[in-house]
Each structure stands twice: as C-alpha cells, then as structure tokens.
C-alpha cells in the first residue's frame, strides 16, 4: 500500500517535549548536586511548571493529535491495542497512559517542590504559604515520586527502542521533524496562532502566581536598638 506523509507533531509540542526533556535533566543534575544549584533548581521547577500547564491547555486547543482527545487511552482503545486492532497514529493507547502518567507525575513534583524545602537555606515559593509540618512531608513527596518519575521514564525511553528495533516505527524522528510516513491518516489540523498565545499567556501567568510574586512582602526587620551613648 503507498504511504504518505502527514503533518503528525505541530511545532509547539515537539518545543515542549524537547525542553522538557532538557528541563528534567537539568532539575536532576541541580537537585542532586545542591549547594548553590539548589536555586537553579527551583528556578528549573518553575520553568517546568510553565511546560506542563502549556502542555494541559494545548492539550484542549492544540492541533489534531496533540489533543488529548485523539489519543485518551480508553478501555475500548486499551483493547484494541493488545489484540493488534488498533491502526491509529500518534500516542498509542499504552503510549498515552506513559504520557499521561508523566505528566501527572511531573506535576507532583512541581507542586510540591513549591512549598518544601531543605532544612539549610532554601525553601520553595510558596512555603509560607503552608506550615512547617506541611512543607516537610510535601519535602518528603517531592523526594520520594522523583523515584517513581525515573522508573517512568526508563519504561518510556525502553518503548521507544521496543518499537525502534522490533517494530521498526521510529517514534523519536516525527517528534523532531513533525510530519511521518504513515497510511490512510489524516493531516494535523488546528492549533494556530491564537490557540498558542492563549496557551502561553496561561502558563506565564500560573508560573508568576507560583513564583510567590501575588504574596504579600514579608514585614520590615524591626529597627536595630541604638546603643546610649555613654
């Protein structure tokens, strides 16, 4: 049968992956070294922040198989997908639960990287936002899905060479290029200019109400005591 080929991946969500993926590995390399990293870490979280919330509205307003509609893993799509049924292109349905697993996990992250903090000089923030308590168990989390977040990652860098070597679908080439050799599918529509800037303008403005920008300034030190002149 002759193929043909299709815009798949719009702009915008081949830029997101990519930066996600140097964002991620630049949050594990300033987490893990600390010191003075630590600050590039948080600023890295937010960055992040901006991605995912990008992400979830372009994900409403994207072009066609950027929406999460087209690619929702179903029980009925789950189904068809293991008994070889399912002929679609773009996420697979157990594609689709790795992206969503991601997503959500790198969420929690985020979340809760805002209000921890790490016992020395770095606090996220939002931390006065919640009491201590609060912070330390939200500190705790953080620490314990980074755990969970490397697990999903090496099953999705393991299906992308399952399918590279077995199956021989390159997954990695379409998500750079943006367009794939494919069969009976139809071209990428939607997703344009208007939807980017409003996809944009969103996730600014959570990461400038996340940065702790809308808090109110902590008070004034109170003035040093004068020394009588004796």
Known sequence: M?????????????????????????????????????????????????LIVFRLVWGLIGSTYARFTQFFPTPARLRAYLRGEWHGVGHNPLGALSVFGLIGLIGLQVVSGLFSNDDISFVGPLFDLVSRDLSNQLTGLHKLSSNGLFVLIGLHVAAIAFYAHVKKDNLIKPMVVGWKETVDAKEATGGGVVALLVALMLAAAVVYAASGALLAPPPPAPPAAETPNW
């Open 2 to 50: 002759s193929t043909q080929r299709i815009r798949l991946w719009d702009l915008p969500t081949r830029l997101f992956h990519w930066l996600l993926v140097l964002a991620i590995a630049a949050s594990v390399v300033s987490g893990q070294l600390g010191g003075n990293l630590i600050d590039w870490h948080g600023k890295i979280g937010l960055f992040i922040l901006g």
